[in-house]
């Protein structure tokens, strides 16, 4: 299975503080996602990184990929309130349309 | 939201019913997929409708019935539903394979079987 493991499930910071949540997975992969989920809704993609890039950043976010490891990290930077979601990473294979999702991360920013 | 819509939003059903989900994406995607969301479980893979091929998840029960009718439209059909079924049901589309498979989420039914 290339299914993603997050780490930790739970996290609870103060806003201003940087987040870390963590990926593992099982198998060779074509790229890795992170996606957030605000509760009970959808979920919604934030970055994509694929399996020969070693960093990627956007905005607030930076994720890092080491495949000799085979994990992956998420970091928020200078949280904020509104960051407070769960955070899922999906790893899809070599054309493949398919992506496979781990348990998440909850984050929660306190104000 | 997204681009992606679900109706119902949320849906309350005995176990006798017979009902549909229903989703739309306006994205010019080329392929869909329903996921089952439940409580400290990962998202579960049920279906995946593309231009190629129609994967299912071998462990979804037959009284979840998918339908494609065209690339903008994917429907699942419940039928004598159990109470371990009730989840967020979501539905989700992208471009394909390869780099490009980022997927767009709709917002979810949430589905209570009684």
């Known amino acids: 299975s290339q299914q993603g493991e997050e780490d930790p499930q739970a996290l609870s910071i103060q806003e201003g503080e940087n987040a870390t949540m963590n990926c593992s997975y099982k198998t060779s992969i074509n790229n890795l996602q992170w996606y957030r989920q605000n509760s009970g809704r959808g979920l919604v993609h934030l970055i994509l990184?694929?399996?020969?890039?070693r960093e990627k950043h956007s905005g607030r976010l930076r994720v890092t990929l080491d495949t000799s490891k085979k994990s992956s990290s998420l970091l928020i930077t200078a949280s904020r309130a509104a960051d407070t979601a769960s955070y899922f990473c999906?790893?899809?294979?070599?054309?493949?349309?398919?992506?496979?999702f781990g348990k998440g991360t909850k984050l929660s920013v306190i104000p | 939201e997204t681009g992606v819509t679900q109706t119902p939003r949320h849906l309350v059903m005995g176990m006798t019913n017979k009902k549909s989900l229903k989703c739309e994406q306006h994205l010019g995607h080329n392929a869909m997929y329903w996921y089952k969301q439940s409580a400290k479980k990962p998202l579960e893979l049920m279906f995946v409708?593309?231009?190629?091929?129609?994967?299912e998840n071998n462990s979804v029960p037959s009284r979840f019935s998918p339908e494609c009718p065209n690339s903008s439209h994917l429907f699942l059909h419940l039928h004598t539903l159990q109470p371990e079924d009730s989840a967020l049901y979501l539905c989700?589309?992208?471009?394909?394979?390869?780099?490009?498979?980022?997927?767009?989420f709709g917002p979810g039914t949430r589905l209570t079987v009684l």
């Open positions: 990184i694929r399996s020969n890039e």
């Open positions: 989700a589309s992208n471009r394909g394979r390869g780099e490009y498979n980022e997927q767009f």
């Open positions: 409708y593309s231009l190629e091929e129609r994967v």
């Open positions: 999906a790893t899809a294979g070599a054309g493949s349309y398919q992506l496979t």
